[in-house]
């Protein structure tokens, strides 16, 4: 057994000191090293891992240096921030959301722009609901292309909930989100154009925009199904040409960046 102060661990913190300064020489040395860095950062890593673990209570300090020449030689990817606040909102802290979120957001981070938006939409969980807030976050998240932010905002000018309703905004927020792929954006443009909310009913771009959505959700969704059942009755609609266009549209496309 080992006793704070004796020889035993006098000697044993002298080496892990030395085993550290190694450690930041070659983290040194790896950062200016292109060649063969990552198999020889991996195999250093998984030495000086066994060792720390061997050592019992220093694993720790040697651990965090380790961590350190593989982020800097490139094996390890470091940690974002947003990781942080991300994790927070698949727990359901929306505080804690809030607290991490506001200041990435405030430097222009479109993913917490977009998740401080979801909080504020949302609400509950220790959160008040502030539909300004959302629409705030949101449209700043939009303007940079986040494709969910794009989506609540076509949402919000649908229902009219934090926004005036405006049938016209939404489709333009609807179809933004829509071009990048979101199924749900793309059914509810499709809904809005079969209506005729935008004006007279354009049934050939529904049934585009309602295929193209059958086909992106999950199996399983029941977004799914009920993007395939409108599909087939707008098909109705059209004539065999119209119906050839659209499906050919659909084959052709592709989700923007």
């Not at 929306?94 to 504020?120: C, F, K, M, N």
């Not at 949402?155 to 199924?183: C, F, H, I, S, T």
């Amino acid at each position: 057994m080992w006793f704070f102060g004796s020889r035993k661990t006098d000697v044993l913190e002298e080496r892990v000191t030395t085993l550290q300064a190694a450690l930041k020489r070659c983290s040194e040395i790896a950062s200016r090293w292109t060649t063969f860095r990552r198999g020889t950062t991996t195999a250093i890593a998984i030495f000086m891992l066994a060792l720390g673990f061997a050592l019992g209570s220093y694993r720790e300090p040697i651990q965090d240096s380790i961590v350190g020449l593989a982020q800097t030689a490139g094996v390890a990817k470091p940690v974002s921030a947003f990781d942080a606040v991300e994790a927070a909102y698949q727990k359901g802290d929306y505080e804690t959301v809030l607290r991490l979120a506001g200041p990435l957001a405030d430097h222009g981070d479109t993913r917490a722009q977009s998740i401080l938006g979801l909080v504020h939409y949302r609400g509950g969980r220790g959160v008040p609901q502030d539909l300004d807030q959302a629409a705030k976050w949101f449209r700043l998240a939009g303007d940079r292309g986040d494709a969910t932010a794009e989506f609540y905002l076509g949402l919000m000018y649908a229902d009219g909930r934090g926004v005036p309703q405006n049938y016209a905004e939404a489709a333009k927020w609807y179809r933004l989100a829509a071009e990048r792929g979101n199924a749900t954006a793309q059914y509810n443009l499709a809904l809005l154009l079969a209506k005729g909310e935008l004006g007279a009913a354009d049934n050939a771009s529904a049934y585009f925009w309602f295929n193209l959505a059958a086909a992106r959700f999950p199996n399983g969704d029941p977004g799914r199904s009920a993007a395939v059942d409108q599909r087939d009755l707008t098909a109705a609609k059209i004539t065999p040409g119209e119906l050839a266009t659209a499906q050919q549209r659909a084959r052709e496309w592709r989700p923007k960046q």
